[in-house]
């Protein structure tokens, strides 16, 4: 009889053991879930409604700076005050508003010109131009301001003598007689320098137009006289 009640209070011993955990077996499911849980509290809500905000767009690409203009600068040399003056005009229209211009006086003396001297009256200029240009000279300029030289043609001008007789020369090979050379400062008094600077394009186009109003204007490097 003791043998059955000790086996019996051994059994209810076993028994809750086991349904305590204490003899292995399945683990407790809450147990599980809480053990799979990691760093639980740092997790956070991050909209319960609202999509997630877009990702910001890439900046735009700066547009490219633009090439900075050419400058350029074109001078007019050893001038009369009236051819000065036929400069300035052939630049004064609205085209040429952005360039800047200078006149200034140059050294007297250290220039030679080819030329016709005076005629008669415009009549007679303006005949001898028609044989110059028949006669294929292509640079010639009927002088009109009041003067010495005045209806005179200046066909060059020169920085040096010798560079005034071989143009004299070449002219003389077309068929021009009548031509000579001199001191441009002693025929013509005071000399003057025109400069245009600006845009490259606009000073080539400022070239163009008093090469077509004075073609026989002489043009060299600004700052030079």
């Known amino acids: 009889m003791r043998v059955f009640v000790f086996l019996l209070v051994l059994a ?37 409604d609202r999509p ?67 005629l008669a009256n415009k009549a007679e200029a303006d005949r001898k131009a028609g044989e110059l240009k028949r006669l294929g000279v292509p640079e010639y300029f009927v002088i009109q ?6 209806f005179a043609i200046s066909l060059g001008i020169f920085s040096s003598e010798q560079a005034a007789e071989d143009r004299l020369a070449a002219l003389r ?11 441009r400062g002693s025929a013509r008094g005071e000399l003057l320098a025109v400069e245009a600077s600006g845009p490259e394009a606009l000073v080539e186009a400022a070239r163009e137009a008093v090469a077509a109003a004075l073609p026989a204007a002489k043009t060299g490097a600004c700052g030079k006289g």
């Open 12 to 48: 209810n011993l076993v028994f809750l053991a086991w349904s305590q955990g204490y003899l292995g077996g399945d683990d407790n499911p809450d147990a599980v879930r809480l053990g799979q849980q990691l760093a639980a509290d740092r997790l956070r809500v991050v909209s319960r």
């Open 52 to 118: 997630p905000a877009p990702a910001p767009a890439p900046a735009p690409a700066s547009a490219a700076a633009p090439e900075p203009v050419k400058e350029g600068c074109l001078a007019w040399t050893a001038l009369s005050a009236a051819d000065a003056d036929a400069v300035d005009g052939a630049l004064a229209g609205e085209r040429f508003t952005a360039l800047r211009r200078v006149r200034h006086a140059v050294p007297d003396g250290h220039s030679w010109w080819v030329f016709i001297p005076p």
């Open 145 to 150: 301001d009041a003067g010495p030289n005045r």
């Open 173 to 183: 090979a077309k068929g021009v007689r009548s031509a000579k050379t001199g001191p």
